[in-house]
């Protein structure tokens, strides 16, 4: 029940920092018999991936998965399932000459403050390379998906400034910030080269949708549906915010505009966002999140050393400009894990139905 | 780990329906020598009892808080809280003309999907009734926090479309709408009074904060604070966001405009909302969500009956015009539960530390 | 996850002390539309119930179950069972005077150090009445138990001196101490009359036998089937021993002994208990549990008081002579609970599997 | 919450199967800045690694000890600790022609039928290598219960029929079977030789004994410090049976003999195994299990293949005649894992009095 733990029937527990020796996870309870190979983790590892777009880091890593466990003869077998991603191109000398300080933005103070100790390098277990392990775990997660034709698919909805109006599933893989609108993405590129001039950074809104999901999952009152995916989101490094279907917006409408009328064909418009009561109502998925900008900036910023002494703070690492686009398959493999979880929750109950 | 559980160290199950013949909860962790009688846990639910706004329903319910075990001469004593308040004035009747049918916006039926099975009075186990549990316990938390000095407290942000903008804390419970500002009350009253006079409802914006929470809790990777109260928050029923700190906003701004920089004294701002990679930070925690409006409205609605039947449905009966502000301190309470519960998880590591 | 819950998909939380008001369980996570009434509870509430056998106290509770929530028109709806017995029949009066004694044997002294405060009233959360839980519990788990065809029944192997050699079904429920063997019920009798005389008491053992389980049940490698059970059982008050099939006889055999023979009709003989590996095999599941003497005697015994000066003890309270055989239908219970917990988690991998 | 997990806030999941790549295990929770480095865990590594004793296998593995993550500057940081030991001497080819049989007593049957699909090499997951996982956490609790001064061995009390009554704590280290009575070692080695002539294989009795374990420890009422203790015993696999101090014998006791009578400077006996009512009370924790005899013999038996074909069968592999004494150190592992776990839940109580 510690907190490097995630889920209930379908539980995974990531492992590992920055500029150790490896990152990885072991899943419990994976269903036995799933079609499962390393090159099915590769596949949505690489997109995590640094180098991908023009926000991401330089830093090198080919972040090859090795699966350790669980898996005999390409099927998984129903026993723990071990993943493991080693660390080659960590260069914890640059991180050195910061060891003594605290990054604004950052969970050097806080760590810190918790543990009375942390591993430094690279910001430790607080860095994004955590995600690493959820990554991967959200490819079993997916695979166990695919199974049951559930379609998990996520995107750019605002970089910066810049916010995507249209959706075009098909753009998405065609423009770097994998936003679903290759015009929003013209002008984000447009947005992110001027920052990166300035030694500043952006944030943005990532938006995961889900196709195909059964009625019927979530366990009310508290291991809601929405529940859990705004935990699941929220516990991502950079996420400030989590929203579903009209989310905030649905603060203003009035009950008559907000929900959704029911016909025999189904919802007639979806502000739910797929989930009512806690429940998932058969209608598509939607859930964004507001992802903060980097906090590793250029820029000289206001901070303290561990001595509390004020100092002044520059940083000049290999980083991202943004979490986006590398944190969308983040977002999305945490979906995948909670879906997979309460898909399997609600079988326990379904096996008992005579309806 | 079924649904209705909350927390790991200070653990609640909630139980009870709507027009059952009670609701209740057991909480399973509470520290020993605790002070608690039922004036404690009546003072908290008094507040989230109907009657109090002219958003709120005519239901009239003593909702006289029992609590039959966990308590010996005014002390807890470390074994289980059990806290139940009868279902008096429950009129199953006014359902019976819509119990085959399903109410747009509520979780008739997707309670009916799942279970195959639902108990249609008064909206069952999915009716706002339920909060009375989560109350009755978050008054329980509130009594440990007070011991930990630890103040939380909620108000309306916005109602409808009137944004509170002033913030004032002795202004709270001074208007009905529990706004932290008297001119946006005066504002929000006329928009209830004509949305009331259209048989329709309104959704809004809740802020709760916690001050002197100390630095440290917060369970990385997963069990983050914000994680923690995003998922607690998000379980609430006409909960559709959430954001800590800057939220939203955060994803427009550049690095060197959301990084709080740190100083000798604390952090100069606080768009962290008192949280940094999921610790508390020693700063305010600041949480906001988003609360659709009521979907209970006396327009007319298209809908289907449990014969998948096109129907027209008109609701009646006596429902508030909009959750807020009976929600707030179930809002609240959601927060001190999360608050309590992280503070015992972080005693565990303090106890082993020479630092 | 505090002390107080048991189980992973059918989890009970028992509440209550045996002088407060009320004691009893939720039901949390109970599949949906499984016939339930009060009756099907009371039934096996009153094979706890004192008074039933020479053996046991003279306290009269007439422990009625009511069940206030989780229950539609006589069916399971999916949502917490919460289930209440009150306390009427309690004399704390006469528990005052060793208010300030620590009963040897008893957990007082325990239960003090551990809270630093305690309900000293009849033993307050350490009594044997907060077993009333787990049998309410047990009997709801029995109902989804018959659904499945499962039988679980319990008798008594040994009763002080006296073992049972022979097993007769039928003869179970025709003496008072639920032997499955009368002539070693007859030489129980003796034995209880002579202690009784003596102001002593006796301990046994108590055998629960589960037919019908299907194979597959039991999470490896650390909730296999066996290693739940052990929990289940040693988590009982008086029980110092749990042993499955062989049990303690199989640390003495050789392998040739112990193996039990695969035929393709089934296993040649059970040494096993129905168990291998953790997961059930199909055959009778077998468990046996050693219950202690009751430490509630009229002998003089040295103790101490709060004050750690040396006192005398004689008690005189209405006690049991024996723990058995009210125990018995507790351990049944128990067993119910793992079983079922166990049925559920397997389903969820059934419904994964094509063969 | 899925089967490989073990523990609430010390928290362990094993992974690996016996002829994978490797096995190992990942512990969420440990305090941090415990002293730890590998030579710590490999000291108790090499106290299971076969070919110690006459009774053990031939199977040659160096099994060292990898920390892969949690541990910084020989210290540990709070984060996961991650262990892992490579397989190397597998030889699965000596599996192959009983690829299609289910040997008796072992889990072949029951894994392939609860899974539909099995690891047959070794055994697979259901193999007692799973154990060097418990045995390197063991290992890490062992560094936290020495900075607590508690003191956990084990011993072998029994081997097929030679049972040790002599009690000599030096003794256990000179003699290869682990015995604390150099005398009954002779006996036992007596009968290994002749048990292993015969191409058979024996069980045992191990005992673990805890010293110095505060008072306080245990969360009744499913959560006592016995029940936990029994899980964890009987989650081993050939383990039949669990028994906490006077055990089965106390059974057979009056209260009067079987009561440990209090006296200002502790219990005058201790036929509770140092705990009451689930909650360790300052003595010594006794605790004894009952081990099978190993299942794989050379002596031909009767069984069938996974077509229910019947089948004789006779092992030759590399295995043990006893998985005593290579099992005393994961029984002892075992122990402390529990022990830990509930010394971090007591801390949070703890903390909490003023007393």
Known sequence: MSGNCFGKLFQITTWGESHGEAVGVVIDGCPPKIPLDEAIVQEMLDRRRPGGASTSTSRKESDTARILSGVFENKTTGTPIMIMVENKDAKSGAYKSIADLYRPGHGD?????????????????????ETVGRVAAGAVANAVLNQNNIDVFSFTKALGSTIAEDFDR?????????????????????EVVEVKKMGDSLGGI?????????TGLGEPVFDKLDADLA??????????????GAGFEAAKLRGSQNNDPITPEGFASNNAGGILAGISNGDEIIVRVAVKPI??????????????????????????????????????AMVNLVIVDHLMRQKVLQSKRDD
């Open 109 to 129: 103070i806080t760590y810190q403050k918790k543990y009375g100790i942390r591993d430094w390098r690279g910001g430790g277990r607080a860095s994004a390379r």
């Open 170 to 190: 098909n753009a998405i893989n065609q423009n770097m910030f994998l936003a679903a609108d290759l015009n929003a993405a013209k002008m984000m590129e447009k």
């Open 231 to 244: 935990k699941a989101l929220m516990s991502i490094g950079a996420v400030k915010g989590v929203e579903i």
């Open 295 to 332: 906090p590793s900036i250029a820029i000289e910023q206001d901070t303290i050393d561990i001595h509390n002494k004020p100092q002044k703070i520059s940083i000049k690492g290999r980083h991202d400009i943004s979490a986006i686009p590398r944190i969308n398959v983040v977002c999305e």
């Open 206 to 214: 990532v938006e995961v949708r889900a196709l195909n999901v059964p």
